[in-house]
């Protein structure tokens, strides 16, 4: 079965400084990846997506997030990070099983705050 | 552009009590879920619908009911709420298009007593 994993519950950072969170999943061939976001007592929002292609995908609100096959990995990237991006974020796969799934398996969320 | 509306806001039951949360989206979407949210413990699946007539159960399905009543609405029953539990209960809905993305609504907070 497919699985996520994201190693780092919490994640503090100070404002304008980089950001990478984690993500590595469990699945044999490529997956579709996702990365959400949660801000307080809201829903989740979609930041971006990996399909195919290059491995590299941009998102809103300067996120981006490289796609490794060999490392089994989707790390979450944005280059100077700002108070409003305080929220849980996370990681999603969906495999593909011949055009039949609709199911995500969700990460357990980074909870990322950012600092004066 | 379009809106999932969750009801209740919040819920407080009691121990044993049959309760209903409602879903309803203006996407035009075919494919609906029901995600459960607990602290630490990320997303878990419950129950989803790909079309208007389909019902399909998720990972974390025991102890719950749903019903698609229409295009646009999805229900999910709690059949018997379990003392202490606390959760958020997220809806979402998608095209009908393996491997989509979701929109999400803002969630029922469920606590019971």
């Known amino acids: 079965a497919q699985s996520v994993t994201q190693p780092d519950a919490r994640v503090t950072v100070s404002e304008g400084a980089s950001l990478q969170l984690r993500c590595k999943y469990s699945?044999?061939?490529?997956?579709?990846l996702f990365w959400y976001v949660q801000y307080p007592r809201q829903g989740l929002q979609l930041l971006l997506k990996y399909y195919s292609g290059d491995p590299v995908v941009q998102g809103v609100n300067g996120f981006e997030a490289e796609f490794s096959k060999s490392n089994s990995s989707f790390h979450l990237r944005k280059a100077s990070v700002h108070w409003s991006d305080s929220a849980v974020y996370f990681c999603a796969v969906s495999m593909d099983s011949g055009g039949s799934n609709y199911k995500l398996t969700f990460g357990k969320g980074t909870l990322l705050t950012v600092t004066p | 552009g379009g809106i999932i509306t969750q009801t209740p806001k919040f819920l407080i039951g009691q121990e044993g009590q049959k309760l209903t949360l409602k879903c309803q989206q203006n996407?035009?979407?075919?494919?609906m879920y029901w995600y459960r949210q607990d602290s630490g413990k990320g997303l878990r699946l419950i129950y989803y619908s790909i079309t208007e007539n389909d019902l399909q159960k998720g990972d974390l399905s025991e102890g719950y009911d749903a019903s698609r009543e229409k295009k646009s609405s999805f229900s999910l029953t709690v059949t018997s709420a379990q003392k202490n539990e606390m959760a958020v209960f997220l809806c979402?809905?998608?095209?009908?298009?393996?491997?989509?993305?979701?929109?999400f609504g803002s969630g029922t907070r469920l606590l019971v007593i």
């Open positions: 699945y044999s061939a490529t997956p579709y």
């Open positions: 996407f035009n979407h075919d494919t």
């Open positions: 979402a809905s998608s095209i009908r298009f393996p491997n989509s993305d979701y929109t």
